[in-house]
T-cell receptor, first 114, second 115 residues
């Protein structure tokens, strides 16, 4: 099935550094979501974006919904060891058929060194 | 319960065996979703229920896959005659209102290994 393209695929950073990752699609989405998944667990929702151009923050996390509606990015400021995990973007298409079907990205694996 | 509960956490099946994976959603959640996550990939949609009605099963990879939610709460994903390519983590998620509601809560998943 279709998966959104995320980059980078993985990254190693030092504690305290800022992190940036993005997600692109060939088709338009009406909603962008960012999830974090820890090993052996299900994804946990971090941020939801509902309209083009929207910039939303959740603590040290900031995400933006691209103007073209085909991309989104996530920034993490001042990273800490517990930020380690896999970050997934997910999109909801315009309201056609079953609107609740999420399309996930390929994931960005984040590792933080002390 | 407080979260989405899935059982078993791990399942090893011999090729050709039938398996049944269970999902207990959050009490009162109307919508329930099943996703399949292959190793190193993001989750992929399988099927969606609103109460007991299966509104979308377009993601089920073959007719060996079957899901049900007969009373609008617990759901079971059944895979018949398992194949090695069925090996994956199967995630269940629920939400209070599935119509454009984004507050999905995922369970921890069932890791299926077909040998």
């Amino acid at each position: 099935g279709q998966q959104l393209n995320q980059s980078p695929q993985s990254m190693f950073i030092q504690e305290g550094e800022d992190v940036s990752m993005n997600c692109t699609s060939s088709s338009i989405f009406n909603t962008w979501l960012w999830y974090k998944q820890d090993p052996g667990e299900g994804p946990v929702l971090l941020i939801a974006l509902y309209k083009a151009g929207e910039l939303t923050s959740n603590g040290r996390l900031t995400a933006q919904f691209g103007i073209t509606r085909k991309d989104s990015f996530l920034n993490i400021s001042a990273s800490i060891p517990s930020d380690v995990g896999i970050y997934f973007c997910a999109g909801l298409p315009p309201l056609t058929g079953t609107a609740s079907k999420l399309t996930f990205g390929t994931g960005t694996r984040l590792q933080v060194t002390l | 319960g407080a979260g989405v509960s899935q059982s078993p956490r791990y399942k090893v099946a011999k090729r050709g065996q039938d398996v049944a994976l269970r999902c207990d959603p959050i009490s009162g959640h109307v919508s329930l979703f099943w996703y399949q996550q292959a190793l190193g990939q993001g989750p992929e949609f399988l099927t969606y229920f609103q109460n007991e009605a299966q509104l979308d099963k377009s993601g089920l990879p073959s007719d060996r896959f079957f899901a049900e939610r007969p009373e609008g709460s617990v759901s079971t994903l059944k895979i018949q005659r398992t194949q090695q390519e069925d090996s994956a983590v199967y995630l269940c998620a629920s939400s209070l209102d599935g119509q454009r509601n984004y507050g999905y809560t995922f369970g921890s998943g069932t890791r299926l290994t077909v040998v």
